[in-house]
């Protein structure tokens, strides 16, 4: 069983930083994948930022330069350190995490920017 458990959504006004956390049930090095995506209202949900085993990270180039994927393998968690929010930020964040050709996904946690 594979269990994702998002933490550290809220409300926080423009300009702001967040942090998100994703603690997986099992080692985070069997992922092959790791990342975040995040869903609007009324819109489709969208990849925010990846760690790729092997190959590096990606971003969504509407928050590059702002937002950081990392992770703590001996707590089995991965960050998202976002910075310099705008209102667009909006949204739920889902971690996700692929585990032996399957996508799993966290429950989300809401993240809401005033402006």
């Known amino acids: 069983q594979v269990q994702l458990v998002e933490s550290g959504g809220g409300v926080v006004q423009a300009g702001g930083s967040l942090r998100l956390s994703c603690a997986a049930s099992?080692?985070?090095?069997?992922?092959?994948?790791m990342g975040w995506y995040r869903q609007a209202p009324g819109k489709q949900r969208e990849s925010v930022a990846q760690?790729?085993?092997?190959?590096?990270?990606n971003y969504a180039s509407s928050v590059k330069g702002r937002f950081t994927i990392s992770m703590d393998n001996a707590m089995n968690t991965v960050y998202l350190q976002m910075k310099s929010l705008k209102p667009e930020d909006t949204a739920v964040y889902y971690c996700?995490?692929?585990?032996?050709?399957?996508?799993?996904w966290g429950q989300g946690t809401q993240v809401t920017v005033s402006s």
């Open positions: 996700s995490g692929v585990y032996v050709g399957k996508n799993y």
């Open positions: 099992r080692s985070i090095f069997s992922f092959n994948v």
């Open positions: 760690i790729i085993s092997g190959a590096g990270t």
